[in-house]
């Protein structure tokens, strides 16, 4: 394996600790959280508008798949490709062009004419939602000082399912009784371009590792990247986490009314636990693993979202058990997605393929995960019944514990006292 495999950023100088720019990590950090936070909003904004959009644009079911898997195929592709351009040529030129880009495109849906007109441009907005997220947690990371890596990035992360998940339906449900739907999208887009504009005022570029060291073009990147175990196991780990998210998302609410027979009410309720799980576990697993270590803390957690999508799968038709159940699972399986989509996959690698090995374990999650997993778990569902999904989801938990056994540890406070111990 690759000998930065240990952990780059593990030595931790506690000089330039002492000296860290605590005012700008936090400003960056919050400026680079929000962008996020609207990346989510924006993208899931369009998902209570369906109904009434439907109706004016004359458009079926197919077309509103077609319209959320045209976002998720290129929102996949474009974080693999410009989280590289972001390694070669700058975090802040990415992450400005990208907002500016997201933001006019959600305003262009409210002048859609048709299901082309919207396919069309969601799927253009997907490329810029997708170019922002690599190098957004690859200057979070660089932004909070090295014992902060993981609260930095859970808070950045927070910000999707508490706007995207949260925000975006209880607002928009209260505006379309009184504003028409294309004039929510115009509005929304103000927001992202005030942000892109401080982001551009604030945000540093990083100083290079090393005068020779440089980012190179994506393929030769990728191949480099193969190197790193870390981001191997991050890839696959990403695979096993996702799989799990489709079923809670995609398939429980079915559960929920035609297995155990709750209302619509009900079952709104218990999934609401969905939201409130994601945003607090999103923080927690990443800032406790500044503290105990990287591959631990995915353990357990793994272990945790196991016993979570187990008592779900056992629970009978109460919906405080349910809540309870889907709240644990939650929490431990989005401590999971955050911590492997942000400290796992970049803390191991220079900071010349950081946004890059981001991008590549997103990809693999939209590209491979978005398409294979509804596909697997609706024929399972199908043929096995709806009740089998929680095995689907807690196998595919079992494998991501045992990648995780590979993990090598990069958290750069654990090293440190790694580093003194030995030294004693």
């Known amino acids: 394996m690759h000998g930065h495999d240990a952990g780059q950023g593990g030595a931790v100088d506690e000089a330039a600790m002492l000296g860290w720019d605590t005012a700008y990590e ?32 004359n458009l079926t079911y197919g077309d509103l798949g077609n319209i959320t898997g045209a976002l998720a195929l290129t929102w996949g592709l474009a974080a693999l490709l410009m989280g590289n351009l972001a390694d070669r040529f700058g975090r802040r030129t990415v992450l400005v062009a990208s907002m500016v880009g997201f933001s006019v495109l959600v305003g262009f849906s409210g002048l ?25 947690i690859a200057a979070t990371l660089e932004a909070a000082r090295p014992d902060r890596h993981g609260l930095g990035l859970g808070l950045q992360q927070m910000m999707a399912p508490l706007l995207g998940l949260g925000l975006a339906p209880v607002l928009v449900t209260q505006l379309m009784p009184v504003i028409n739907w294309r004039w929510i999208f115009l509005i929304v887009a103000v927001p992202g371009l005030i942000v892109a504009y ?27 990247l193969l190197k790193y175990r870390n ?28 297995h155990l027979h709750l209302s619509l009410e009900q079952m709104g309720y218990v999934m609401s636990a969905m939201g409130f799980g994601a945003v607090f576990g999103s923080v927690a697993a990443p800032a406790i693993s500044d503290r105990i270590g990287r591959k631990p ?26 809540f309870v159940a889907l709240l644990v699972a939650a ?57 089998s999904i929680f095995w689907l989801a807690i196998g ?4 991501g514990f045992l990648l995780c056994l590979a993990l090598i540890e990069t958290a750069p406070a654990v090293l440190r006292r790694r580093g003194l111990a030995a030294a004693h």
Do not use: Q
């Open 26 to 57: 936090w400003r960056a950090i919050a400026l680079l959280s929000l962008g996020f936070g609207l990346v989510a909003f924006d993208r899931f904004l369009i998902l209570p508008m369906f109904p009434v959009i439907m109706k004016d644009l």
């Open 112 to 136: 859609a004419t048709g299901a082309l007109s919207l396919i069309l441009i969601r799927a253009i907005m997907g490329t810029a939602e997708g170019a922002y997220v690599p190098p957004s």
């Open 198 to 224: 401080l982001v551009h005022r604030t945000l540093r570029e990083p100083a290079r590792e090393g005068p020779v060291e440089s980012a190179r073009p994506i393929v030769a990147s990728i191949r480099e």
């Open 231 to 258: 981001v191997l196991v991050a890839s696959g780990g990403m695979l096993c986490w996702l799989n799990c998210l489709i079923v809670l998302t995609a398939f429980l609410p079915s559960y929920l009314v035609d």
């Open 297 to 322: 803390t995915m353990l357990v957690t793994a272990l945790f979202t196991i016993a979570g999508l187990y008592a779900l799968a056992v629970s009978p038709a109460d919906t405080t058990r349910l």
């Open 331 to 387: 929490f431990f399986l989005y401590g999971l997605l955050t911590t492997t989509v942000g400290p796992l996959s970049v803390e191991a690698v220079p900071a010349s393929l950081r946004a890059t090995a981001s991008g590549v374990v997103i990809a693999v999650a939209e590209l491979i995960g978005g398409g294979v997993a509804p596909i697997v778990a609706g024929y399972i569902a199908h043929h096995a019944g709806i009740a």
């Open 396 to 399: 595919g938990i079992g494998v």
